[in-house]
Each structure stands twice: as C-alpha cells, then as structure tokens.
C-alpha cells in the first residue's frame, strides 16, 4: 500500500523514470548519503553502474529496518561524479532501478559534483520514504 501520489500538472509532459513532485501521507523515514559499499564498507565495483545497484541494494536494506519498500520512496537526490558515466551508464542504471525499486517513480534530482567523501564513490543517494499510518 502506498500513500503518495505523482504531481503533474495539467498540460505538462510526463517526465521519464521520475515524477516532477509527489504529495504523501504517513510516517517520513530518511537515509544518509549511501555510497555503493558493502556491508565490510569495501566497494563492490569500480564502475558507476556496478557502484548504483549497490547504493540500491543498500538503500532497500535501510529502509526495510523501519518497515519501508521500494514501493515507499518519494524523493531521491543523486550526487555522481562525472556526468558522463553517469549517461554513459543510463542503460545499466535504468536496469538495476527496474529490478530492484520497480515502477515506483519518486521525485529526483541527479547533481554531478567535484568528490564525494569516499574518495572510490562514483555515487551516493539519499532517499526519504513516507509509510503509510496503519
């Protein structure tokens, strides 16, 4: 069960593998910033895509401890550091998004930035989710 609906307003295209707002109701659960490591905190893999369906796995996993699924997400920021793996990639990361998180399509934002913390993250994602009260 979800409680939150995509915002479209009226005339306007639908966007591709997002919603350009989301209105919900419920209990708001957030992450940090998730890189694409283990849980021994060792990088999967060297590459964007490899890096992405980690930061997901890892994602789902957080979420899950507060009783939220993919199902659940509302809004995502990504923060990659080079804008052209991250197209290069699109392929790889629109798979990994449909096998793990589905047809769920939060509002998001993606940021190329100079570094991340984690001197190997390629990317790092925070997420909120909004539970529906039972």
Known sequence: ????????????????????GVAATGRMVFTAGVVGWDAEERFVSPDLAGQFRQVLANTLAILAEAGAGPE???????YVTSRDEYLASLPAIGEAYRDLIGRNFPAMAVAEVVALVEAEAKIEIETIAVVPEA
């Open 1 to 20: 069960m979800t409680a939150h609906q995509a915002l479209l307003p009226p005339g306007w295209k639908r966007p591709r593998g997002y919603a350009n």
């Open 72 to 78: 659940h997400i509302v809004r995502m920021t990504w």
